[in-house]
């Protein structure tokens, strides 16, 4: 294994990918490897974080990520509460540090949230005594979808180093890209973005990896090919002419699959569009690995309540 | 549940490798003596899962039968880890594979040392989960006593008389290079 296992997560957050170190991004997959296991038992609850609540905070919508989260607390015994902004006071113009300190009224020991705004569970975290799981800010961060999608890989190829990983679509939208070229990065991989110059991230320099204006020689070699959706709700204006010509140029379709490794698997975190950036005959093809990522979901999600359980007390008391 | 060692401590032997040889097979023939060969050891991680391996080939070489052996792990269903209490570093989490499904059948639960009882609580816990077994019966190579649950093993291979400060050492070739029973005294 190319990286040591850490002994303990060192904040009592996971916010972000950037803020973990090889190491413990490598005890979460390992941690999520045995945890794996429950959801094959005749009982698939372990009482691990029992008398322990977690509150689910989604101010922006979710399904898959709201569910995994659910699916993981309850394996875990924990006790959950969902916030849902369109049913709770946020819609009544209360502020999130408001809403924040109320739910700490009620002592919860996790707070998971997604949110609109990049950095909001970062500052979430400054003012509670909970640990705060980052579930997607704006186009910031989604760590614990880099993680699922990182132990994904894993299953097929065991180690992520010299990993040759296309990351394709609406790129300067999507913390999805964002964490997964942190996390990529950290444990040696080689990232390509492929988008259309109006949807690279500004920062793409910086980020480490190498951009492509086209599809085709992205591919070529690539062991791994991630697809993401076009996020027509975080645009303000449309950066491309048509779905259709997106399709045309950006789409995965069985042939340009072929360009990439033989052995190339396609992921996509999801909701897929099909026929824009997706063809179904990939989506469902025997290379796809999109429902496997749904199901490590919840194994990683379950890996880093049970990791950060250990460490909260201690951690919480320094500030 | 063995306690950090903050004093220097003597060790003393009190099993050598043939005697423990000795001691797992005689352990061996008590559980044929009582259940026959057909039951499912399951070793407790970590040392109970080289013991149930060398218990299940004495069983072996006495009948000529494979013996169904699994593992288990109890980190999940331990009283000692969670948000609860402080603890910095959660235990690292291993398998648990059960060979067969365990309803209706007489499972052996195997490990190194039977102290307080509280890991024989959590593993039987989790035994639980995976389904209903006829029974469940506990071997374990050393007792050395200071039970803080109502538990008791029925197979037992040293029974040691020990005070709360002393240290019981069970080593194993498979984890630990070698084999041995010692006790560690402050000095």
């Given amino acids: 294994m190319a990286v040591e296992s850490a002994a303990a997560l060192s904040g009592k957050d996971v916010v972000g990918i950037s803020h973990l170190s090889p190491g413990e991004i490598q005890l979460i997959l390992d941690t999520a490897e045995e945890l794996l296991e429950v959801a094959k038992r005749p009982i698939k609850k372990v009482p691990a974080l029992r008398g322990s609540t977690v509150v689910n905070l989604f101010m922006e919508a979710s399904t898959r990520t709201r569910f995994s989260f659910e699916v993981a607390e309850k394996r875990l015994s924990a006790d959950t509460l969902n916030f849902a902004a369109s049913s709770s006071s946020v819609s009544k113009g209360e502020t999130l540090f408001d809403t924040a300190r109320n739910l700490m009224a009620m002592a919860p020991d996790f707070i998971v949230i997604r949110h609109p705004h990049s950095g909001a569970p970062h500052r979430l975290a400054k003012v509670v005594p909970a640990s705060i799981i980052n579930a997607g800010d704006g186009i910031n961060e989604h760590p614990t979808q880099a993680l699922l999608d990182a132990f994904t890989m894993r299953q097929t190829f065991a180690d992520l180093e010299g990993l040759k990983v296309v990351i394709a679509g609406d790129i300067r939208h999507s913390r999805v890209a964002r964490s997964n070229a942190f996390l990529l990065d950290k444990m040696g991989a080689e990232v390509r973005f492929v988008a259309p110059a109006s949807l690279q991230p500004v920062d793409v320099e910086e980020l480490g990896v190498i951009p492509f204006l086209r599809l085709e020689p992205a591919l070529e070699g690539a062991d791994v090919v991630m697809m993401l959706r076009i996020q027509l709700e975080r645009q303000k204006r449309v950066n491309f002419p048509s779905m259709r010509e997106y399709f045309d140029f950006f789409a995965l379709t069985p042939e340009r699959l072929d360009l990439a490794a033989g052995h190339a698997i396609v992921m996509h975190p999801g909701p897929m569009n099909r026929g824009v950036e997706i063809d179904s005959g990939v989506a469902d093809g025997p290379r796809s690995v999109i429902l496997d990522q749904v199901t490590n979901g919840v194994a990683i999600r379950m890996a880093i309540l049970y990791l950060l359980a250990g460490g909260r007390s201690e951690a919480a008391s320094d500030s | ?187």
């Avoid at chain 2, 000795?22 to 352990?27: F, G, I, S, Y």
């Avoid at chain 2, 980190?75 to 594979?97: C, F, N, S």
């Avoid at chain 2, 024989?120 to 989960?129: E, F, G, K, P, V």
């Fill in chain 2, 1 to 187: 549940m063995v306690k950090p060692q903050s004093e220097p401590v003597a060790l003393q032997a009190v099993l050598d490798e043939a005697g423990m040889a000795r001691t797992v097979a005689r352990m061996a023939a008590e559980i044929l003596d009582r259940d026959g060969d057909d039951v499912m050891l399951v070793g407790i991680h970590t040392r109970g899962v080289p013991l149930a391996a060398r218990l299940a080939s004495a069983l072996k070489e006495a009948t000529g039968h494979e013996v169904a052996v699994g593992r288990i792990d109890i980190t999940l269903y331990r009283d000692d880890v969670g948000p609860w209490r402080p603890a910095h570093q959660q235990p690292v989490l291993k398998k648990t594979v059960l060979p067969k499904p365990i309803d209706d059948r007489i499972i052996y639960l195997v490990d190194d040392v039977l102290f307080t009882g509280r890991t024989i609580r959590a593993a039987l816990d989790s035994l639980i989960d995976y389904g209903r077994p006829k029974a469940v019966r506990l071997v374990v190579l050393v007792d050395r006593g200071h039970r803080e649950l109502p538990i008791a093993a029925d197979v037992v291979g040293r029974s040691l008389e020990t005070t709360l400060q002393e240290d019981v050492q069970v080593r194993l070739k498979e984890t630990d290079g070698v084999d041995g029973i010692w006790i560690g005294r402050e000095v």
